[in-house]
């Protein structure tokens, strides 16, 4: 173990691209423009192409500016190695477009967001099988596994109604069953959360959202915490069984998914994700702080139907997000009564934003079943307990005292 492996989480991150010596002493690894890179030696860039040597190829499978990221985010998840993408849809989309064949099976929780319930439909139309499941009990996932079926994909903390997933049954049966262990870490992010912990296979990121922290970029990272044994997964092709087997996987989605479908990273939004990871555990601290005590006042409303938010007592998951976050996260909705007209409410907010992003340093608001649930139609809604008056809040690192004061000015 290297001295650099002991730091805590903050210190190793702050310091992470300054150990790895970057050009001329500089604190932060140097955005790197350039989609091209030259070698003395022709036989040398053939060696890079055919994976005998480390170096750069090509702009879309490579820079260095984004590998500098992937070091960060493969140490916070205590991975083996990370590849990015250039929003957290694409590292599934592509991961799943690389692993998945047809006649394939693919269990997901069915409280996923919005786009990634949309993708995983769409996978149906080229003959993958999905079932769709309540995660936050792992029987539920055993009861639809078959002989077909190769991955598991859930979130920690489901948006926007907050469940739990069952994250410990359902790695043990992924170890039994040797399936692939997907989970999206974004709601909770590392500092609050490791799914490795759980027996994770693959961890999703989207950095736009808690990592990045401030909505200046967008970015996704797939890390692959070196649990899974390719050896007994038959998607793997034969070209990508070279080396260590511990990165088969990995070979084959860099290869067939980032290449192939091109999803890349810039390195000007690496450059804002990177630097803007390095608070994250102060922002996340502050966020779900703030984020506890508008839960708490808001459940206290009389004009608030139901709060949903892991860290309140009433929540069906309480206990299980108390046993493995650290804290329950900055992601809440609210129920308004039924008297409430929510675009009146949102309107009402001062300094509250009405956004459809979430993760940032403000805190924002936006009425679900109009807006990124739409699509999904009222009966799939209301099978997820989306209403029409619920109002997804992420909540951010403003002063609580004037958070309270906005929502019970907008509630009176």
Same mark, same amino acid.
């Given at each position: ?16 691209? %300054? ?15 350039? *989609? ?6 022709? $036989? ?18 490579? #820079? ?27 590292? *599934? ?13 693919? *269990? ?7 786009? @990634? ?17 309540? /995660?936050?009990?792992?029987? #539920? ?41 997907? *989970?999206? #870490?974004?709601? @909770? ?18 950095? /736009? ?6 909505? #200046? ?13 390719? /050896? ?73 139907? &139901? ?12 206990? %299980?997000?108390? &046993? ?25 907010? &001062? ?9 940032? /340093? ?17 009966? $799939? $809604? ?9 109002? &997804? ?20």
């Amino acid at each position: 173990m290297s001295k650099s492996d002991k730091d805590g989480f903050t210190t190793g991150n702050l310091h992470n691209d %300054r150990r790895d010596k970057p050009e001329h002493g500089v604190l932060h690894k140097a955005i790197h423009t350039s *989609v091209a890179y030259s070698y003395d030696d022709a $036989r040398d860039l053939a060696k890079v192409f055919q994976g005998k040597m480390p170096g750069y190829n090509y702009g879309r499978q490579q #820079n260095p500016t984004v590998n500098a990221l992937q070091s960060r985010i493969t140490r916070m998840e205590g991975g083996l190695t990370s590849t990015a993408f250039a929003t957290g849809m694409a590292a *599934v989309g592509s991961t799943l477009f690389a692993l998945l064949r047809a006649g394939d099976h693919v *269990v997901c929780s069915a409280f996923l967001f919005g786009n @990634t319930n949309s993708l995983m439909n769409t996978f149906r139309n080229f003959g993958i099988e999905v079932s769709f499941v309540d /995660t936050t009990n792992a029987e #539920n996932v055993n009861a639809v596994i078959q002989d077909n079926t190769r991955l598991v994909f859930t979130e920690t903390i489901a948006n926007p109604v907050t469940q739990v997933a069952d994250l410990e049954g359902i790695g043990e049966l992924c170890k039994q069953h040797k399936l692939i262990y997907v *989970v999206d #870490n974004t709601m @909770t992010s590392p500092w609050l959360f490791q799914p490795k912990t759980v027996h994770a296979s693959f961890i999703v990121n989207s950095l /736009t959202k808690y990592i990045g922290g401030h909505g #200046n970029a967008l970015g996704g990272m797939l890390t692959d915490t070196g649990l899974f044994d390719w /050896t007994e997964f038959p998607n793997i092709l034969d070209l990508y069984k070279q080396g260590d087997p511990a990165m088969w996987g990995t070979t084959q989605v860099r290869k067939k998914g980032l290449r192939d479908f091109g999803a890349t990273l810039g390195p000007e939004a690496a450059h804002h994700l990177a630097v803007g990871s390095e608070t994250l555990p102060m922002r996340m601290d502050r966020a779900s702080q703030n984020a506890q005590q508008l839960a708490e006042f808001c459940q206290a409303h009389p004009h608030v139907k &139901r709060v949903f938010f892991p860290g309140l007592s009433t929540h069906p998951q309480y206990d %299980r997000a108390k &046993r493995l976050f650290k804290k329950p996260g900055a992601i809440m909705s609210i129920e308004l009564a039924d008297d409430v007209d929510c675009f009146d409410f949102l309107n009402k907010l &001062r300094c509250v934003v009405t956004s459809s992003n979430l993760g940032d /340093t403000r805190t924002l608001a936006i009425p679900v079943a109009h807006t990124i649930f739409f699509e999904m139609g009222a009966e $799939r $809604r209301a099978s997820m307990g989306i209403g029409d008056n619920l109002i &997804r809040l992420s909540v951010g690192i403003e002063d609580i005292e004037d958070l309270l004061a906005d929502f019970a000015q907008a509630l009176a």
